[in-house]
C-alpha cells in the first residue's frame, strides 16, 4: 500500500488516496472536538485507542455477517478501507436517556428506553447537523427507501450485537452514532466504533468512559478511553 494525496480533514480523521482506487487510508487524530465545534482539544494517544478499538468491533461485527469498509489495520493510527460513496447521514441508535434526549424527552439522564429509538441527523456543518425524518431524507434524495431500511435494519442487528458484547464486560452501551457509505452496489457500514461516538458507562457504577469525559469536563478523559480498551482487547 502506497500513501498517496491527502483527501479530506475532518475533526478526528485524515483520509489518503492509496495506490489501490478502491481503497483509502484513515489516519485517527489525537484531536477533540464538542459542542458542534464550538469546544477543541487534545487528547493525548486517542488516535491509536480508537483505531483498535475500531479494528476490534469491526472484526467483530464481521464474524457475526455485518458488512463494513474495514480492511484491515495498517498502522497504529492507520486504517485500510474500502473507498465508499458517503451517505450523508449520521444514524443514531439511543438506548438509555443521555445527551440531547435528556432536553428534548424532558427525561432524567439514565432512564432506560422501552425500546431502541433510531434517529436521522443530516451531516452538514453549515446547518448544524440537523435531525431528519425519513420523508426528509427522500425529499432531500439522500437515500432511497430500500437502503433507510437496509441502514435501520444493520443499526439494529449492531446494538444488539454491542450490547452483548460490552455487557459480558460490565460496560452498558447507552448510545452511539453510525455512518454508512455506498460501494459496488452495497450499503456498507463506514466511519468508526470508538468513545468518540458512542457512550459506553460502567454498569454497576454508571462512570462515563467515553468522550463526555471531554464534553463535560470530567477529567480522567485519557484514562476512560484506555480502561475501555483493556477491557475488551485484554
Not at 59 to 79: N, P, T, Y
Not at 84 to 90: A, G, H, Q, T
Amino acid at each position: 500500500m502506497i500513501k498517496g494525496n491527502l483527501l479530506y480533514e475532518g475533526k478526528a480523521k485524515t483520509v489518503f488516496e492509496t495506490d489501490n482506487p478502491k481503497e483509502l487510508l484513515i489516519y485517527f487524530k489525537d484531536d477533540a472536538t464538542a459542542l458542534n465545534g464550538e469546544k477543541h482539544g487534545i487528547i493525548e494517544g486517542k488516535g491509536v485507542i480508537n483505531n483498535k478499538l475500531s479494528e476490534f468491533f469491526f472484526k467483530q461485527l464481521k464474524d457475526r455477517g455485518i458488512k463494513s469498509h474495514f480492511v484491515e489495520k495498517a498502522g497504529e493510527r492507520e486504517m485500510i478501507v474500502k473507498r465508499l460513496d458517503m451517505i450523508k447521514l449520521e444514524v443514531v441508535v439511543r438506548n438509555i436517556v443521555a445527551g440531547s434526549l435528556v432536553k428534548r424527552l424532558g427525561k432524567e439522564e439514565g432512564t432506560p428506553l422501552t425500546v431502541p429509538v433510531v434517529e436521522y441527523y443530516y451531516k452538514s456543518d453549515e446547518l448544524g447537523d440537523p435531525m431528519l425524518n425519513r420523508y426528509h431524507i427522500m425529499a432531500l434524495d439522500l437515500a432511497k427507501i430500500d437502503e433507510l431500511n437496509q441502514m435501520e435494519h444493520v443499526a439494529f442487528s449492531v446494538n444488539n450485537i454491542l450490547r452483548e458484547l460490552l455487557k459480558a464486560k460490565n460496560v452498558d452501551l447507552i448510545d452511539f452514532k453510525l455512518e454508512f457509505g455506498r460501494f459496488d452496489g452495497e450499503v456498507l457500514l463506514a466511519d468508526e466504533i470508538s468513545p468518540d461516538n458512542c457512550r459506553f458507562w460502567d454498569t454497576v457504577t454508571h462512570e462515563k468512559l467515553d468522550k463526555d469525559r471531554f464534553r463535560q469536563d470530567l477529567g480522567g478523559v485519557v484514562e476512560a478511553y484506555k480502561e475501555m480498551l483493556d477491557r475488551l482487547t485484554l
